[in-house]
C-alpha cells in the first residue's frame, strides 16, 4: 500500500525505522556469519511489526554495495509480516545502471515505496553515476525509460527543519527542497527534533514556500546519553534545556534513560497529535521493545 494513501485520513499514524544488516565482506565473514545477522534483523522486525505500525522503513547504506539487497530483502520481509514497507536507496555512490537494478529489485518484491537520498559521502569514495543531489535521484526514478510505469511509485525524501548542516541558510535549503519535491515526491519525512515548535515554524516555512505534500514528523527515542551530543552535533539538531537535564541526569544509566528517552518522545508524540500533526515517524534503531513501549503509551490515540 502506498504511504500517501496510509496517510490520507486524520487519523493519527506511527511509523517506525529499522536498519539492514551490513552485508560482511566475503573474506572476513562466511556465509553463516551473513545468514545469521539477517536472521537476527527478521526476529527484531517480526516483533516491530507485531506493534502494528502504520509501515516500517529499512534504511540503506550509503556505500551502495554494504547494505543495499539487504534493504530490498529486509523490506519485502516487512511486507511478509503484514506492514507496508518504504525502502531508502541513496545515489551518491550509484551509476544509473546500478539504480535501475534496485528499482527494478523492489519492483519484484512487491515494494512501491521508496524514500529517496543523496546519502552522506563515504570517505576515500568518488561519486560515480553523476548523482549530485537527491533530486536527480527523484527524477531518475520517474524516467519511464528505466522502469514500467514509474508514476506508480510513492516517493518521499528527506527534510530539515534545523537546515541541512552542508547549507549555510535554512531559505536556501528548502529552495532546494522545493525543488527536489518539483521532481517528484509524494511526501517528506523530517530529520530528527526535540523541541516541536522547531517542526511548527519549519511547517510554516515550508507551506509559504510552496511546498504542499505531507511532512511525517521525525521522533528519535534517545536512550544512549553519549551517543546523542555526538549525533546532534553532526546533525545540527539542537537539544532544548528541558531534555538536556534528562539526558544530564539520566544519561549514564541505560534503564533509567531508556524510560526518560520513551517518555520524552511520547510527550512529544501526544503534543504534535493534540495539534493537528497526524503522521510520526519513529527512529527506533532496531529497539523493538521501544516501539512496544510507544504504542503502549499511545494505544487509545492510535489503534
Ligand atoms: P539532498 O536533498 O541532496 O540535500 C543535501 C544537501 O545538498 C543539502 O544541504 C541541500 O541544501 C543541498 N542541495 C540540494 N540541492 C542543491 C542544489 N541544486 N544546489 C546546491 N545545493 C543543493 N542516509 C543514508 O545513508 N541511508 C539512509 O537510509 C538514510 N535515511 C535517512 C532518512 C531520513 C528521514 C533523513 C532525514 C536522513 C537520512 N539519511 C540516510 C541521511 C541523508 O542521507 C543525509 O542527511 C545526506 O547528507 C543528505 O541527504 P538528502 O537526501 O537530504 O540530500
Known sequence: MKITDLIASDKPTVSFEIFPPKRPEPSLFGEAEAEAAMARTKEVVRKIAAAKPAFVSVTYGAAGGTTGANTAAIAEFVQACGVPALAHLTCITSSRERIADELKSFREKGIENILCLR?????????QGGFKHAADLVRTCRDCSLIPDPSSLCLGGACYP?????????????????????AGLDFLTTQMFFDNNVYFHYLARLRSAGVTVPVLAGIMPVTNGKQIARICKLSGTSLPPRFRAIVDRFGEDPVAMLDAGVAYATEQIIDLFANGVNNVHVYTMNRPEIAIRIMLNLHGIVS
Open 119 to 127: 546519502g552522506d559521502r563515504p570517505q576515500g569514495i568518488r561519486d
Open 162 to 182: 534545523e537546515c541541512h548542516p552542508e547549507c549555510a541558510h535554512l531559505a536556501d535549503d528548502i529552495a532546494h527542497l522545493k525543488e527536489k519535491v518539483d
